[in-house]
């Protein structure tokens, strides 16, 4: 077999196969490879500890699935907050990264008053990819979204959150949130509802 050149039919089908993934890739649609269809991690759930810990809360979420544990406390100043809350997901990302001794996580905006489908798909990446490698998600939302049992979830003021799992490939998210009304702590949304809930703001990934 040695010095036989490749016959041109499986060059060109090798060729394809190539190009077709590069440009997957730069729609922003293909997912990770070798990815599961569902994954959840493990992780250690707090309430938040008032009104306007939910930073730290979820911040605190993402990191014991690390195997890192801080106190609220210790995290709320890590992150410069103060009683009106959180700046922003580049605080969470800068925290995420530096109690968490990496520079894995980035902050990913989506600045519009709904996500774009590229935004949508980035998210879907973002989360297979994380959490695949034992990365939850810190993201922050604002208004109203509904999960997967039909249950409404609002946060007119804004509010961080922790995606620690995800199903269907990815388009589903399971979502750790240290406010939840309905007392439970996690509940499951489709990945689409949360880019949207998403815009306006940021998430660390």
């Known amino acids: 077999m040695t010095g036989r050149s490749i016959r041109p039919v499986r060059l060109l089908a090798l060729i394809t196969v190539i190009l077709s993934g590069a440009?997957?890739?730069a729609?922003?649609?293909?997912s990770p490879a070798a990815?599961?269809?569902?994954?959840?991690?493990g992780y250690e759930f707090q309430w938040q500890q008032n009104g306007y810990y939910c930073g730290p809360a979820?911040?605190?979420i993402a990191l014991t699935?690390?195997?890192r544990y801080y106190s609220q406390d210790y995290i709320a100043q890590q992150l410069g907050m103060t009683t009106n809350g959180t700046n922003s997901a580049y605080d969470a990302t800068r925290v995420l990264n530096n109690l968490g001794s990496t520079s894995f996580y980035e902050t990913k905006m989506i600045p519009g008053y709904s996500a774009t489908q590229a935004e949508v798909n980035r998210?879907?990446?973002d989360m297979v990819y994380d959490v695949d490698r034992n990365y939850p998600i810190v993201a922050n939302v604002v208004g109203t979204a509904m999960d997967t049992d039909g249950d409404w979830h609002s946060y007119w003021?804004?509010?961080y959150l922790t995606v620690v799992g995800y199903s269907n490939d990815g388009w589903t998210a399971k979502i750790a949130d240290p406010a939840d009304a309905n007392g439970y702590g996690w509940?499951?949304?489709?990945?689409t509802r949360l880019a949207h809930w998403i815009a306006l703001r940021g998430y660390s990934a």
Do not use: D, E, F, K
């Not at 990815?35 to 991690?41: E, F, G, H």
């Open 58 to 60: 979820a911040t605190r």
């Open 23 to 25: 440009l997957l890739a």
């Open 157 to 159: 003021g804004g509010h």
């Open 27 to 30: 729609l922003g649609t293909a």
């Open 187 to 191: 509940y499951w949304m489709s990945t």
């Open 35 to 41: 990815a599961a269809a569902s994954r959840q991690l």
């Open 123 to 125: 998210l879907h990446w």
């Open 65 to 67: 699935a690390r195997g």
